[in-house]
């Protein structure tokens, strides 16, 4: 089994940052793009932002120039890095990585539990 688990969520003012981790675990052979996705109450969940084994990422435009997406491939873990948060950045954070099981082929995409970040105003 492989698991995916967040943290690092919490309540902090607008103009504030947080870092969030996600570490994924278990019968692992690899891990492929890795992605930070959130859901407001009332809305669909959206991507955040992603990133690739290679490094390479990909951001949502509200969050362009304030959060960063990095990995640890040593580590299985995929962190996101946000600044100058707003209001409208509060929404569960949910983790997603695209991982291969040990001994299958093709990989499947696995979902943390998501962690509450609330911004006030």
């Known amino acids: 089994q492989v698991r995916l688990v967040e943290s690092g969520g919490g309540l902090v003012q607008a103009g504030g940052s947080l870092r969030l981790s996600c570490a994924a675990s278990?019968?692992?052979?690899?891990?492929?793009?890795m992605a930070w996705y959130r859901q407001a109450p009332g809305k669909q969940r959206e991507l955040v932002a992603s990133?690739?084994?290679?490094?390479?990422?990909n951001y949502a435009d509200s969050v362009k120039g304030r959060f960063t997406i990095s990995r640890d491939n040593a580590k299985n873990t995929v962190y996101l890095q946000m600044n100058t948060l707003k209001p409208e950045d509060t929404a569960v954070y949910y983790c997603?990585?695209?991982?291969?099981?040990?001994?299958?082929?093709?990989?499947?995409?696995?979902w943390g539990q998501g962690t509450q970040v609330t911004v006030s105003s």
């Open positions: 278990g019968s692992i052979f690899s891990v492929a793009a």
């Open positions: 997603n990585g695209n991982i291969v099981v040990a001994g299958t082929l093709g990989g499947l995409a696995y």
């Open positions: 990133i690739t084994s290679g490094g390479s990422t």
